[in-house]
Nanobody, 119 residues
Framework: QVQLMESGGGLVQAGGSMRLSCAAS????????MGWYRQAPGKQRELVAT???????RYADSVKGRFTISRDNAKDTVYLQMNNLKPEDTAVYYC?????????????WGQGTQVTVSS
């Protein structure tokens, strides 16, 4: 069965860097789009970055130029390199993976990992 295992969250000072990883498993032929979302207290979950199987990326304006999403299709793993972190980046970050099979679109989510950026 499909499972997404996130790692890499924690506490970091403003201006620092952190890398999140999400290893997906359970799909024989890999995944389609993968991405990262985040949710801060009192706010809606928002898209941070997405990446297609072919490597095309899209970023939220708030993280553009600071975050880089990448993936290793051989490992079914997606990464989020976060540089120049700001306190407003503090949120629970969720990994997402999409899977299309037999004309059905499936969405899978990681458990979430807390990222806290201190001033």
């Amino acid at each position: 069965q499909v499972q997404l295992m996130e790692s890499g969250g924690g506490l970091v000072q403003a201006g620092g860097s952190m890398r999140l990883s999400c290893a997906a498993s359970g799909s024989l032929f890999g995944f389609n789009d993968m991405g990262w979302y985040r949710q801060a207290p009192g706010k809606q979950r928002e898209l941070v970055a997405t990446i297609t199987r072919g490597g095309s990326t899209r970023y939220a304006d708030s993280v553009k130029g600071r975050f880089t999403i990448s993936r290793d299709n051989a490992k079914d793993t997606v990464y989020l390199q976060m540089n120049n972190l700001k306190p407003e980046d503090t949120a629970v970050y969720y990994c997402n993976a999409g899977l299309i099979r037999n004309d059905f679109k499936y969405d899978y989510w990681g458990q979430g990992t807390q990222v806290t950026v201190s001033s």
